[in-house]
Every structure is written in structure tokens, then in C-alpha cells.
């Protein structure tokens, strides 16, 4: 079987990281890399890592430009700009997995609310949130994939599985998050600058960062109820990675096994999550370019609230691994196909 | 006025840092720099930086080591070190500022349910918690102070003026802090070798860092009644710097501007305290290599918890600068003295 | 085809890198870990990167454990260390690549001047050095394989095309070269604890480090003459990563493009080998966790000297990688078996 | 003593470097901070680590700008801003120390050919080429001080002591020299984004980079005789230092203490050079933050060639700190005033 894949948006660092993983896929084919800036320029003069590997030139998408015999369309711009260019390839029949915030939301004021005004509204009902280890039945019928953000991931993975447990107070939730800076994205700017980052380290929007609403509402419908979570996303002076703590007030007292088994039962199956054994944490080191999330657990002394620490990489699992799953699920292929890499020692 | 000082305990990472504050503080003069692996070794050997600057030659302290003379004697020595040889240096009517754990506990059952018994409890009683923003007139009169943890320092230090404000709930707080790598001293290991914390973020000692108890014990006796943190440290790829990210409940509705304008009350008169506009969260870049903490602060929209960031270098405010302001206090000279590096524009 | 092969010394990073690279090798099954220092614990728990990927306990060698059935055991353990197994195995009829200097070396007198008194003499007439871009055909036939050092192999793959043209001047050669922390291993020491080399940067060993001369022999065996290569190694502070820049003195004068295309006729077949083009200069991220060697040309304005910069992951085609090559060819596999990992666009 | 001085260019890293060393220095005032892109703003508000330190408004320079009474004028600006600028504050009689490339040449004919059409050739002659250990005489007497670039000090230094030895080969030398990120500056482009620097490292400008005809014609005026060095700048994943690594054929034998001794008597009263003893070699580390030269010497072991490593901070000795020893020495005051800072032992 070959999947016929074009990716809008290549040159970005989440489009070119789904080049990376697309490129070492056994069963797809790269048919077209569009990029604005890249237009006309061979993707391994962008990124010359990928010479002899990616040498396809870029291409500046325009009307006339055909996507014909593409089977599936991976758009990896920023917001607004997505849903610009997705009705019309859906319109056109194709499969499309959209990594950017606009096909995240039910519900459009939602969106709008943080983002700006919704312009493919009736399209958010018959998109599916693309969390794999929740939502694989659904996204197996799908046409449009809304891709998680990293944040929303690397939150929600510890934190579904115990949303409908008596024991959780889901009024009582914090996420402190520390990202690495390539989740920031390729655009140079003073806040990605090296030396504004090297040795630094950061909180920034404080209860106000775009991926709350996300990670809200997921939550909400998954639990049936309205929740909130108080979250503070960091910035650590490391180019891949993203390590969230939990902190989950208890109702009732519960301890570490008993949640380590939970989260196991309920990710059985599941190949990209790892639960730690009780008395260990997760590094960000470990899931280095792979699609993994790795999730250790610790109930208080005191009971009274529970830690959970995950960690992901935010370009694979928490973007463009991500996509690449969901793909595998749409086309019926393993779940892994294309996403073995094994992770570094060291890196 | 010239204050003789001896540093024991110099070669470590506290100790060197104090030698670096030191030999640079306009009314001292060191006459002693002791280390147990570099004895006979002159210090510039050990630390090539300070070739021309420091090259006395560091001793083996025995028996016979006399320290007449010596005005202040700083012990930078692993905790139960510091307790065999802290009751002599009293003794000998020298004052002391400990940077180990083993003098800052008042309650010597706090310090043996985290430590190991305790060898000079009835020091425990007479020594002074060195945090100088709150215990100065106690630090003026001291003969020995317990110089606060790193992570104590970062935490309490925009907590304690809360701590009596009725809008507190002091049964529901939340430390969240990540810390450089040089926190975790020179001795090497394998958590702290290059290729193992390069790239990586991770949690450690969740819920079980001997820090916990030490913040506990110091808001509980301020506060009046018992209170206990939730605690999880982190590292992050980078020497120096910590960020502390608090996230306290609220019991009645407040402002962000009214906690600045709280806090910038309290510390109205204290050099080494900044507290940011609202809008602004600190970065433990502004603070490298000054013993100044910066604090910002965000209440969540719905008011349900207060957010606040603390960035110190933990090398300075977390340890020896700290000493050496301690050491003014002391010695009846400005607080300032010797501690107006000024910071970095980047570093 | 299934190789069943064993790593001694699994748990340095050089044995780690192998397992990273045989768990993910097509046509290798991995029979046996064996460690010194992780005897009885599985692999996991060393790299819990690895956690559901290589679960295999490690073993503490003994005279007792049987390799029987293994096709290949690759050596990774420190010089010496080596040389009192390798005979053994090499007797068992076992074919061998090993990791360290022990049978890199012609003339035991090289080797004993830099290193100690060898105590397999013997074995180093028929050890091939596994430099597989230049000795594939002696690798395919050899039962022992010296892989190549680091520096060596950085150093080697640009020059070794060149050292039969006349317009080189082989008495003129220097190599300056710059290395990640991770070839300094696993063992923990000062010099690679993080804060001593983290924003850092340093020459060691000028002049006397022990791969110069490993260069040496291999050049003047190739150009067959003698040949001395000045060389200083530097540490950076990264994990991954090495950059040659050499500086090779012109007899008469040449062209940049003259020496690309030399370089790649030579290189013509060679898949981990790839020449830049003119007027663009490598950079270690663009090989990072790969098998590549990239190199970049540049003759002087004056035509006085040609400029080389060749870039490696040193723990990849400087150590591990280039094992696995090796063994590809000794099996009659596809050189680049198991080495088709996708580079990174940033890392 | 008051020293009224003026920044122009105040919020680049050289000036905002020049703004932490005046503000810290204890015969300084400074009067005027001049910033094109935050005319209006506080200082501290664009580095927030100065806030209580320096938090005078930014000025945006026009015409009726008044420097009067000021007593010295820092022009960090861009190369060709400068020498628009600079002829009109010497015509107000204000001193004058450039730290871009326009006042660095004394023949036009070498800046043009490298930069552009020089508009002030007539301030060339008078202009005094700012490396004090060497020029101090007519720094002295100086009214305008071009300020060596950073790379040529990391040469220099070295090799002036030797240019006129009859053992060193002139038309032999090669300069390999590494530097942090901070070099480039503080406008944000691709090639300082944090995530194309971290864990990278690269070659630049091989053979053409712009500091090389500096370092040529300082050098052929010092020792009387045209010489040109072949020089490679790389670029480190690490926000401060420089080291370079001389490469110095050898006409006759000589020994690394002979070298040494002549360093050391050719530097005899020079503070902020710093001669290693034999077997030892800097690290940028040790330099931080500081004025100093660090150089480490070895003649290689055929007495082929002498190494040399210095290592200076390229924001300080580089750059910003240069620039205030310049201003010292301009002023009689001692060459030491402001420049005092005590490097850290880690950092």
C-alpha cells in the first residue's frame, strides 16, 4: 500500500519534522511539499540535513496547483491561514490532517473567543479531534483531523483516563508546563533569539495561553461536565521536549499504585504511552524524536492531591507524529507504521 | 573596617562562589580557604578563572589550623560536616553562617525525620534562619546562622508577606520549581554529567525533597499554625538560575494589583527583592550572577488561585550571596555591600 | 537473514548507541548485553528510553557465559579491556568488531608508545581498520574489525582522497577539531559534569592526543609514506556532534571546484559520505543521530592552502554507526542496513 | 572624577553590554542612552535585569539632540551608521571610541573593499586603532578610538608579542577561531533562532569573513611587511566566549617556555592578559563576564609548528569592555577602573 501525501506549510519546523517522519514511512509517497518562503527551492537546500534524502522541490501552492491522486493532505500553517485552505480540499474530496488551533474546537465560540472570527464553521462538527489513544474510532472514519496542540497532549493523556473516577476533584487542577523552544516555531524573533533563551528560563502567558481553552473543552466533553485548568506554560532553554506537572486535588484517598494501574488498564493497547513504575519519573531525554509519551505518577503523603508528571516530544507526539498516527489509523494501517525510531541514549 | 573571613569548604560550587563574592567585597579580607581534596593546592589551580585574583593556597583543616583572628568563619560543607565542626568554631567565639542544612531547623525532630540525628541540638535554638528580608534584627545580634536552601529561598520569599493576608488559603499551596544544575554541587555523578542533563527536563524527589519540610517549618512558625507545601523540583538544562512557579488558593476575591502592590509594600526598604508590573513574569536570565529575586505575579481570571514566579541564581541569593548579606547584617554595613554585580544583558 | 549478535560493554554510550541501532536493524536479533557495572538489571532500567523496546537483563561476563549461536559480538569496552577478551572470542570463531583502540594500530609499536604493552600482537596483522569507505573489501573478509576513533574517521574521510594528488602537500597538514561530550563516555568525571562545560569552550591534549597518531598510520599507509598530522582536539558544549576543519597546505594551485569533484568521484557509491556543494559549509546538526559524513570545501583566495570542514555524529559514523556498516559488509547485507535513520531538522 | 558619557546605539548587545560597565564603574555618569528602535522607553524596560539599576529613558537621537557636557561618546551602531555620525561628534569636541568596523582601518582601500564607500576617510589617519596592551601611548592622546572587532583581539594578542621573532614564520599562520552567538548580534534572523544554534555547530564566512583584512593590516603595520592569515570563524552553541587556536609555523626551534617567557615579559604590566603555564590551556569559561585575555602556548612536539589558545569573553575584551579600558586609559584613570568583576567559578 502507498499513501500518496502532500504537506502545505513543509518549511516550518512542524511541517518539516512530518517530512522527516513521512520520509522514512514504508508506505508513503511524498507527491508535493508546499512552502510560501521555499517556492521553487529543493527542500534540502531549506534543510540540507535532508540532502540526498529530500532533494523534492517546494512549491508555492496556488489554484491551479493539483493535488490530484494525493490521498492525504497534511496543512501545517499557522491558524486562519488553515482554514482558508481547508474547506476547499475537502471540498475536493481529499482526506486532510490539519495541524494548526482551527479545526481543534466544537464549539466555534470557543475558537473565537481566543483566536479571531471562525470562517469554516459547519466543518468543526464533522472534525475529530485527533488524540489517537482516545478518539481512534472516530478518526478512522474521519476526513478532517483537528491535531492536538502539543500543550493540550501532554496535559490530557495523564488526565482522561482518570476524568470519570469518583477520587479526582476536577475542580482542582493545575498544569505547569516547560516546553522547549522549537514549539515557538522557525520564524525568527527576539523571544527565540539564542541568547534570549540560552541559560534562561521562563514562565509566559500565565492563564492566558491559547491551548487552556483546547484542553478545556476536550476535558468538558470527556467528562460530561464543565472543567477548567489553571495552566502556565514555560520556556526551557532546550530545543525538543515538553514536560507537564500535574497537580489533581483527591476526593478520596487513593494511592500511587492504584492510579499507575489505572492509567496501565486504560492504555493497554495503546503503543506510544508508557507508564513509569511507582519511585520513577520521566525526562524529556527519553522520547526524543519519537512519538512516546511517558507518564509517572506520585500521590502525596498526605493524600491530598496527586502528581503526575508527563513528558513528550513536542514536534513528534505532541505534533507531527501525532499526525502521522492519525494517518496510520484513517488508512487502516498499524498504528506504528513509519513511527519505530528508536529513541537515543543521549542526545 | 576589614573583616578577616574564612571559607571551609571553599572548593565547592557555594564555597568557590563565596571566594568569588569575597575577594571582591570591598571590606573583607580572606585569610583562610579550607578544602579537604585540595589542600596545599592554591585556589587559582583549582579554579583557573581566578588566576591573579585568588591564589591562596587552600589548607587541610586540622586540629591545629588556627583561626585567630578570623572575624567570620563560612562553612560550605555537606550537612552533618558542618554539625561536627560548627559547635567548635562557637566555641572559639567565632560567628559562623552555615550554608549547609544542619542550622536551619528550629525543631531538631524536623531535621531527623529528613536527616539523621542531630549532633548539636542545642545550637538549634540560638542559630538564625539567614533569610535577611525577614530576620534581619535576629541576624544582627546572631552568632550563627543557618543560611537558607535554595528552593526555600525562591519559595518563601513571595510567600511569607501573604502568609497573614486573610485572602490565603494556607492549606492549599503549590510549589512547582525548576533549578540549574549547579544547585546539585561539583561532586560528579552521573545525574548531573553532561550528556544526562543536556537536552533533558525531568522531575525529582517528588512530594520528598529535604527542602519541603525547611520551607514548612519557617511559613509554619511565621503563620502561626501548621502548613505544608506541596513540593516538586525539577532540573533544567543550565548552570545557574531557579524559577519557582506558586500557584496559591484564593479564599476571597483579589487582585493582581493588589498582591503587587502587597508585596511591594513588604519589601519597600529591601534592595534585593524586585517585584515586576503587572503583565511582566521574571526570567532567571535577569538575575544570573546578583543576589537579587524577582517576583511576578497573575490572579487567575475566574480568582480561584493566585499565581506567582520567583526567579533567583542559585548560586547567589540561593546560597552565597545570601551568606554575605547575612555577613553584612552582621557586621553593621550596608546590606548591599560587596553584591552590586551588576546583572548581565544576556548571559 | 537473521544476525544474532552480542554487545560487551552495552551500557557505555557507545554500547548504548549499538543497541539503538541493532534494536532497529532489520536483520539483527540482539542475544546477548552483557555490562561490568549493570550485571543482572535489565537494559531498560539503564535507558528507560528504552523501556518496552530492548527489556533484555543485562549479564556480567563470566568465563561460563556461552555465546554460542552468536554470528557477531561488537566490543565496547575501555582499551585494554579489550584486548583481554577479543583473542578469546576471535578463538571461539566468533567474528568481532571492536569499539576501542586496541586493534586499530599495524605497528604495535605505535600502539604501545601511546597506549601500553599490547598483549595480542598477533592478532593486529589480521584486524582490518574499519574504515568501510576506503577497506570494504579487506571488512567483507575479516574476522576482527579495529573500528576506527572519532577523530580519526573526521579527519580521514576528507583527506584520504586527496593524499595521492600531487598538488597536496602532505607535510603541511593540520586538523583542528571540535567534539561533542558524548565521546568522552559515561563514566562521570569533572571534566564532563555539566556545569564545567556547559557555555564553555576548550582545547585539550594539543599536540598529544592519542588518536593522532591513529591518523597517522592510516594516511601513511594509504599515501605510503610518512605522514604527520598536526592536530587539537576541542570540547563543545553540546552532547552530539564533531567538525574537522582542516588546513592542508597547496603544492600547486587548485580550484574549490577541482577539489569537489575529486572528492566526489571518489565518494561516487558511497552512501553516508556527502559532498557540499560549493559555497556551502557543513554543520554537525545536520547528521546528528545519523551515519553521514559531510564534508565542505574551500581553497584560499591566495590558492596558499585548502580549507576542509567534515562533520560527523561522533557517537554514530565516528563509533556505533560505523560498526553496524561494518558488519553489514562482513554479512553481505546493504551497507545501509539498519543506518536509514531520517536526520532531523533541528535537534 | 565624573566621566559624562553617552551611549549611541544603547539597546544592541555591545551597548547594553557598555551600559552594564559604565553603570558599575565608579568615575561614571552615564548621561545619555540612544536606542533607534526603543527611543521613548525606559532601559530597564528592554532589559529588565537593570530595573532599579538603570532605568533612564532611552532617547531616540535626532539633530537638536544636546550632548553637552558630555565627556564621551560610545557609538555602537551598525558599520557605515557609524561614520555618519561620528565625524559630527568630533566636530562638537566630544572624544569618541566606535565599536563598529569604521574606524578600525588606516587604509581606506582595505575597509572598502570589505565594507563599502567610506564617507569619513579623513578621520582614518587621526583615528587610533583601540587595542590598548599594544597602542596605549596613543590611545592616549587619541580623540577617536576605532575599536577592535573581537576576533582580531583573540589573535592579536597572541601574535603581536612574536610578529617580530626570527623564529616564527609570518607567511604561515592560521587562525581557527570559535565564538558564542552573541557575536552576531541582537536582531533576530534564522541564523541565531535558538533552535538552528543549540546543539549545532558550524564553519562560517570561511576565508571571507570581514575581521580578516583587520587582523592582516594591524598585524603587517606592526611587524612592517605585508601578512596574511588564512582564518575560519565557527559558531558555538553557547551565547558568550571566544577561543581562538593559532596554528604558527616555525623557522627555528624553539620550546613552549621560551615562548612563554617572551608572552609573559611582553605582557609583564599588562592586567588583563593572562599567560597559562606550560601544560595548560584556557576555556572560555574562565574569562566570563571579564576584560581578561586568557593564552595558552605549545610548540609541538617536532617543533613543526607553535599553538596557541586565547580565550577572551567577545562582549567584554571583544568588545564592550575593551571599549571602557580605551576610555580609561583616555582619561588617566587607571586601565583596571569599572573592569574589576570577579569571574564566577562556574557559569
Not at 494511592?255 to 486504560?266: A, D, P, R, Y
Not at 498516527?325 to 513509519?338: K, V
Amino acid at each position: 500500500m502507498v499513501i500518496k501525501a502532500a504537506v502545505i506549510g513543509a518549511t516550518g519546523y512542524a511541517g518539516a519534522e512530518l517530512v522527516r517522519l513521512l520520509s522514512g514511512h514504508p508506505h508513503v509517497e511524498i507527491t508535493l511539499l508546499a512552502s510560501r518562503q521555499y517556492g521553487g527551492i529543493p527542500f534540502s537546500d531549506v534543510y540540507p540535513a535532508m540532502s540526498g534524502i529530500v532533494d523534492l522541490r517546494c512549491r508555492n501552492l496556488s489554484n491551479e496547483t493539483s493535488l490530484e491522486g494525493t490521498d492525504i493532505v497534511f496543512t501545517a500553517l499557522p491558524h486562519k491561514a488553515s482554514m482558508g485552505i481547508v474547506p476547499g480540499l475537502i471540498d475536493q474530496g481529499h482526506k486532510v490532517i490539519d495541524l494548526s488551533a482551527d479545526f481543534r474546537f466544537q464549539d466555534p465560540a470557543n475558537y473565537e473567543k481566543w483566536y479571531e472570527v471562525h470562517q469554516a464553521k459547519d466543518l468543526l462538527q464533522s472534525a475529530v479531534y485527533g488524540l489517537p489513544e482516545i478518539y481512534a474510532a472516530d478518526i478512522q472514519k474521519a476526513s478532517l483531523i483537528g491535531n492536538p496542540g502539543c500543550y493540550p497532549t501532554s496535559v490530557l493523556l495523564p488526565l482522561l483516563p482518570l476524568a470519570k473516577e469518583s477520587f479526582v476533584d476536577l475542580d482542582n487542577i493545575i498544569a505547569d508546563s516547560k516546553s522547549g523552544t522549537s514549539g515557538a516555531g522557525r520564524s525568527p524573533s527576539l523571544v527565540t533569539h539564542f541568547c534570549e533563551v540560552n541559560e534562561g528560563f521562563m514562565a509566559y502567558k500565565v492563564d492566558e495561553h491559547r491551548h487552556n481553552p483546547e484542553m478545556d473543552e476536550v476535558l468538558s466533553l470527556f467528562a460530561n461536565r464543565d472543567i477548567h485548568i489553571t495552566f502556565t506554560p514555560h520556556l526551557a532553554p532546550m530545543t525538543r521536549g515538553m514536560l507537564t506537572t500535574l497537580y489533581v486535588g483527591l476526593k478520596s484517598p487513593v494511592t500511587t499504585e492504584n492510579v499507575i494501574s489505572c492509567l496501565g488498564s486504560f492504555y493497554a493497547n495503546k503503543p506510544f504511552v508508557r507508564i513509569c513504575p511507582a519511585g520513577r519519573v520521566p525526562n524529556t531525554m527519553h522520547v526524543k524524536g519519537t512519538n512516546y509519551c511517558d507518564i509517572g505518577v506520585k500521590v502525596t503523603q498526605q493524600s491530598q492531591r496527586l502528581i503526575m508528571v508527563s513528558v513528550i516530544d513536542n514536534l513528534v507526539k505532541g505534533a507531527s507524529g501525532q499526525a502521522v498516527q492519525n494517518m496510520n489509523i484513517m488508512f487502516g494501517l498499524p498504528e506504528t507504521a513509519g513511527l519505530t525510531q528508536v529513541p537515543f541514549p543521549v542526545c
